[in-house]
Structures are given as structure tokens and as C-alpha cells.
Nanobody
Framework: QVQLVESGGALVQPGGSLRLSCAAS????????MAWYRQAPGKQREFVASITSSGNTFYADSVKGRFTIARDYAKNTQYLEMNNLKPEDTAVYYC??????????WGQGTQVTVSS
């Protein structure tokens, strides 16, 4: 079992920055991949970014160049650094973990609102 707890969501102005955190606990060693997804009101949940256990990162085209995903193994935490935020980035952001064998875990979500 893996537990994920997000934090860092807030109201921020367009062009601003924010860092989300996701603290993992439980069977940490079984995590093969971690990621961030987001869901805007009335829309389906969508992929934002991921990082593998070997450090390879992948980004959605909509956030490439603005967002950075990272993982601190010492703190069992993954981060999403978000820069140059736009109103269309407004969503609930969810932390995701994929373990070996293939079990999927989600956090409870943290709200990010980009508005002036």
C-alpha cells in the first residue's frame, strides 16, 4: 500500500509560480513511476508530467517548458514546480504512483487557481 498526500495548491495570479508537493508513505520501494494529473471543472482528468524511478521525465505539451517534475528520494516526496501559470492551468492537481506489480495510487488532490 502507498499513501499520497498533496500540498501547495493556492490562488495565484497569471504569470506567477507555485510548487506542489506530494508526500509518499507506505511501500515506497515498490514505486516505479510517479506523476501529476489535473482535472479542471467539467473536464476529464489529464496527464501533466511523470518521472520514472530512473529519473526520466515526460510532460504534456501544454506544460512543457513551464513545469518541472522532480523527486526527492530522501524525503519520499515528489514536486511539481509550475512557472508562468495561465488561467487554463486552473484545476485540481492529483499525485499518482504506479508500483511494481501494477497497482495505482492517487492522492486526494490540491486546488490550483490561476486568476487575477
Amino acid at each position: 500500500q502507498v499513501q499520497l498526500v498533496e500540498s501547495g495548491g493556492a490562488l495565484v495570479q497569471p504569470g506567477g509560480s507555485l510548487r506542489l508537493s506530494c508526500a509518499a508513505s507506505g511501500s515506497i520501494s515498490s514505486i516505479n513511476l510517479m506523476a501529476w494529473y489535473r482535472q479542471a471543472p467539467g473536464k476529464q482528468r489529464e496527464f501533466v508530467a511523470s518521472i520514472t524511478s530512473s529519473g526520466n521525465t515526460f510532460y504534456a505539451d501544454s506544460v512543457k517548458g513551464r513545469f518541472t517534475i522532480a523527486r526527492d528520494y530522501a524525503k519520499n516526496t515528489q514536486y511539481l514546480e509550475m512557472n508562468n501559470l495561465k488561467p487554463e492551468d486552473t484545476a485540481v492537481y492529483y499525485c499518482y504512483a504506479l508500483t511494481v506489480p501494477h497497482n495505482v495510487y492517487w492522492g486526494q488532490g490540491t486546488q490550483v487557481t490561476v486568476s487575477s
